[in-house]
């Protein structure tokens, strides 16, 4: 009898199909050629990574400009901004805090603000996918409405300088910042998590509105022989916070190197890495693509399963993670689904980042 480890604690969470629709030329021709080691100038460039004009960096200056000085006080900061206990504010990230302490839905903004704040949310995401976060955002807050467990920080100044707006709150870190920061994708890193059904999810993760991405992982693991998945499977999971970059040194990443995949496993990895970015506007998908691109694309990768952590024993891997030098997404989804997400263009990039 295997003798399982107690469930992870995750203090701050106890605190409280389209999947292929991928099929513009740039970002799909992009996924095929970062799979099969093509040449770079085999591939268009991403026409676009987020800019001051795209509507959820309008929102965010139409916000700003309707802040009162009094509000500013409580929500803006200089782009550098240092807190005593996180670091550089505008790049830390956790599984659940507030950056401010007014909630989006409190008095504290009017209902226009309320609304740009909303447009800013919506403007992030694909369309098809606003009304999923919309049910992660209430199953994670015990019911509440939409902005009642979430604030918001704004660094810098839109339209006249480097900006960027920051949303955060429980399983919720997100960015708008117009390409402020051209090094990284997302504005910086980012975290999702769901609870569909409970702290303690059950197999299949019933009702998780990401738990598919895993599902179409794990085909990949289901595809290796033998000696792959010796390679693929590890033991123990990593701190869950442990996204920072490794660079080029493969020796640093765990799991099988994707150059090691046959064409048909490959073929399957790069729907993986549709659906991974599926959920966000095309800006940030393209952004994304060009900077795993310019490290050297998924052949530059690793895949790992993680034993520890497998609800039901059922060998259907609940933990995973796709690793390259400046690329890192981590999937855990025990006890409950948690995503860490952080991808730059060059390793360099420093991770302020707390579990």
Known sequence: MTTRKAPPRCPDCEELD???FLKTVSVTAATAAIGTGLPLYAVPRATAAPTPSCPAETAVKALYDSLTEEQRKVICFPWDHMDKERGLLRTHVSNNWQITKQTVASDFFTPRQKGLIREVFTGLFNPEWVSRFDKQLRDDSGGKPWGESQSIALFG????EKFEFVMTGRHLTIRADGNSENHVAFGGPIFHGHAASGFNEKPGHPGNIFWHQAVLANKVFQMMDGKQRKLALVENTPDESAVGFHGPDASKRTGIPVSELSSDQKEVLQKVLQSLIEPYRKEDQEEVMECLKRQGGLDKCHLTFYKEGDLGDDEEWD????????????????????????VADDPSVKLNARG
């Open 157 to 160: 100044k839109p339209g006249e």
């Open 18 to 20: 389209r999947r292929d």
């Open 319 to 342: 933990n995973w993670r796709l690793e390259g030098p400046a690329f890192v997404w981590y999937f855990r989804g025990y006890p409950h689904v948690h995503i860490w997400i952080n």
